[in-house]
C-alpha cells in the first residue's frame, strides 16, 4: 500500500437522501445494533453453558453468532457516532481497516454457511458416520478454515483498494468504506482493478452457493426417501432456517456487488438489511425457536441470578 498518499483522512457523507432524518435513523439502527448485540450474545451463552448443546451443529452456529456481533460492530459504531451529530471524518487507517474487516467477516460468514450447509449434508445422508466425519478435529479445521480463507480474501481486496493513490476528493458517498465508493476517488485509472475486483468478489460467493446447492440437492433426495412423513418433516425443518437464512445473506450480496447499474440509496438501504437486520434476525430463525436452546438459556440465566419474567416469556412465544 502506498504511504505517499495526499489524503489523510475521509469524510464519510451517509446514507444519500437521509438529510434532516439523522435523529430518527439514530434511534433506529441503534435499536437494531443493541438487538443485534443482546440476541447473539444469548445464544453464544445457551450454547456454551450446556453441555447437550455441544454438538458440530451449534458449534458452528457459535462461529456465525461471533461473525454476527463483530460484522455490524465495523460500520456501525462509526455510522451512529456521526448521525448523533459528530464528525464525519474517518483516519485513512481507519477506512483500511473498515474495508478489511467488513470483507474477512463477510467472507468468513459466506464461507460459514457452506461449511453448515456440509453439516447438514453429512447429518441427513450419512447418520451412521456423522459422529465419526464431524469429529472435533474436523469441526476446528473447518472452522479455522473458514476464518483463514476469509482472511486470504479480506487482504487481496483491501490490497487492491488501497495500493491506488487518493490524491485528490476525499468525500466518501457512503456511510463507510467500501470497495465500489472507494475506487470512484482514486486518482488512477481503475477499470482493469474494478474488473479484477468484480470476479473476486462475485467468485466467491458464487462458489459458495454452489457448493451449498450441491449439499441441499443431495438432501432433498435423501429426506425424500424417508418413508415417514414425521421423519421427513423433522429433516426439513432441520434445514429449513439454514436455507433462510443463506437466502438473508446472498440476497444482499448480489443485489450490491453484482448489478451492473450501480443507485448508492438502493445499495445503502440493501446494505443496512446486510449489515444490522440480517445479524439480529438469526438468532431468531436458528435458535431462539429451538426448544433446546430456549431451556438452555433459561437454565442459565437462573444460575446467573437473573430472572427477567418479560424476558423469559418473550423468549418462549
Known sequence: ???ASRVTEFILLGIPHTEDLETMLFVLFLSFYIFTL????LILLAIVSSTRLHTPMYFFLCELSMCDIFFPSVSSPKMLFYLSGKSRAISYAGCVS????????????????TVMAYDRFVAICYPLRYTIIMSHRACTLLAMGTSFFG????????????????????E??????????????ACADTSSLEMVGFISVGLMPLSCFLLILTSYSRIVYSILQIRSAEGRQRAFSTCSAHLTAILLFYMPVVLIYLRPTPN???????QILNNLVTPMLNPLIYSLRNKEVK????????????????LQREISN
Request: overall charge positive; aromatic content about 18%; glycine content about 4%.
Open 172 to 185: 466518501v458517498d457512503y456511510y463507510f468504506c467500501d470497495i465500489p465508493v472507494m475506487l470512484k476517488l
Open 98 to 113: 473498515q474495508l478489511f474487516f467488513y470483507h474477512f467477516l463477510g467472507c468468513t460468514e459466506c464461507f460459514l454457511y
Open 38 to 41: 443482546i440476541g447473539n450474545l
Open 264 to 270: 448508492p440509496w438502493m445499495d445503502a438501504t440493501v
Open 1 to 3: 500500500m502506498r504511504n
Open 295 to 310: 431451556s438452555s438459556l433459561k437454565k442459565a440465566l437462573r444460575q446467573l441470578g437473573f430472572h427477567p419474567k418479560q
Open 151 to 170: 482472511c486470504i480474501q479480506a487482504t487481496f481486496l483491501t490490497a487492491l483498494t488501497f495500493q491506488l493513490p487518493y490524491c485528490g476528493p476525499n
